[in-house]
């Protein structure tokens, strides 16, 4: 599936949202929302891999070009907004999933308005990364996104210093998640002082929630991925065979296929 279309939406008197258009832009289909440290290009590989869905529309949240800015008032509440007046625009799709930060976003939305289906991979919830904030933040007011990038892949993710160290050979992956984190210390204040309801998507009948098999019951991210899941007691869960976090990056076809596989059953 090829992009036809990039569209850009207003979603603020000082905010703009773009949106990659994959498929045929008059049919509804899967509306995909990225989390930190990712773009709408980053998800092209996903896309590609797919075959069910008519259209995917992939989401280039603010704070990330061709995008516009944060803003001053950015909060958690402005992601679960910018969401609603794009689905909008998209004339109800029929399938939202979101990676991550994302996938909170999309359960937010779902216990606010109806959706018909919502697809989240390892949802984050408050209080994950809390404790990197101090530093993200001295990282951001000195504009070191080299410190930015390895904060966040080693006192959130968990990574090891050989991976980050791996990461730094490849130049244009490099420049790639400095430039991502640029915004990464405001998403994840907002995260940190977001209201979460003990009760999630509760105006969305259908939900599969989706971990990767290396990350169960493991830190940071299965551990976040069971405090969403007691929020969402009618949710199916699924796991994907071998992968973790990143799986959109790791094995775009697999997860391209579990988005395939739950977009037609």
Known sequence: M??????????????????????????????????????AEGWRNVVHATR??????????????????????????????????VLEDLSEPRAVFGWSYGGLIALLLAGEQPLRHVIAYEPVIPP?????LPALKAAAMDGCWDRSVEIVNRQISGFTAEHVEALRTDPHTWETLRRLSEPLYDELRALSLAQVPDAMASRTERIDLIIGENNVDADPYGTSFEGIRTRVPHAAVHELTGQGHLAHVQDPVALGRMLDALGSS
Do not use: C, H
């Open 52 to 85: 069910a869905w008519p259209s995917i529309s992939v989401v280039n949240r603010r704070g990330r070009a061709p995008s516009g800015p944060l803003t001053e008032s950015y909060v958690m509440r402005t992601e679960v907004d910018d969401l609603a007046t």
């Open 128 to 132: 994950f990364g809390r404790e990197a």
């Open 2 to 39: 090829e992009r036809t279309i990039q569209k850009r939406v207003p979603v603020s008197a000082e905010s703009w949202v773009t949106v990659d258009v994959y498929g045929d832009p008059k049919t509804p289909g899967l509306v995909i929302v990225p989390g930190v440290m990712s773009d």
